[in-house]
């Protein structure tokens, strides 16, 4: 057990709609990332917040939206949902925000879009 | 921006023997190499890494290499087990770019008993 927590472990929804992931950091950790694995795919760099603020971002689409709250837990907000979004979700921290600190990855959470 | 390109995609090896993944990466200044390994189904575990002030690191039957004049790392795994049996996932850093990690498109590692 890394100690990232994340929400839902899975969801099934339809196209076009709306669906929030949530993912609660280890503690003490500053740093959230936010990353897309689809079929036979590697990990695809979304965005990362550290101590609320957005610190990187990667290949993230228009209709996806992250924050990070005053407690340190992060939300990813996908909407207008295609069939493509279909991926596992991971979400990673770390103690700090740069590129040598380990990170560290939770359960993830497998959307399904139909 | 950064590219990280991992071989072989995937690779089949007899218990015991060696497994070697390699993976080569553009930018220069890199100067972290983790490594992951995920089983089916799991979250990427990291299972070894290497900083560009050392050329070789080893924890068991684990291994990795750094060649920072050609641009490449690579993972070792000797003495392979049923159990290592899993997609392995090279990454790189990039201290300027906007990705604090990019990663390879993995490795999956069947050992065969």
């Known amino acids: 057990d890394s100690g990232v927590t994340q929400t839902p472990k899975h969801l099934i929804t339809a196209t076009g709609q709306r669906v929030t992931l949530r993912c609660s950091p280890r503690s003490g950790d500053l740093s959230v990332y936010w990353y897309q694995q689809s079929l036979d795919q590697g990990l695809q760099f979304l965005i990362q917040?550290?101590?609320?603020?957005?610190?990187a971002k990667g290949n993230i689409l228009e209709r996806f939206s992250a924050q990070q709250f005053p407690d340190l837990h992060s939300e990813l907000n996908l909407s207008s949902l295609e069939l493509g979004d279909s991926a596992l979700y991971f979400c990673?921290?770390?103690?700090?925000?740069?590129?040598?600190?380990?990170?560290?990855f939770g359960p993830g959470t497998r959307l399904t879009v139909l | 921006g950064e590219n990280v390109e991992q071989h072989p995609s995937t690779l089949s090896v007899q218990e015991g023997d060696s497994a070697v993944i390699k993976c080569t990466y553009s930018?220069?200044?890199?100067?972290?190499f983790p490594w992951y390994k995920q089983e089916l189904g799991k979250r990427p575990q990291l299972i070894i890494d290497i900083r560009s002030n050392v050329g070789e690191k080893k924890d068991q039957r684990i291994a990795v290499t750094l060649n920072k004049t050609a641009k490449h790392f690579s993972l070792h795994i000797t003495e392979t087990q049923p159990e290592d049996s899993a997609v392995y996932f090279c990454a790189a850093s990039i201290p300027s770019g906007n990705t604090p990690l990019v990663f390879g498109k993995g490795t999956r590692l069947s050992v065969i008993a």
């Open positions: 917040y550290y101590n609320g603020e957005e610190r």
């Open positions: 990673a921290s770390s103690v700090g925000w740069g590129a040598l600190d380990e990170q560290f």
């Open positions: 930018d220069s200044a890199s100067n972290y």
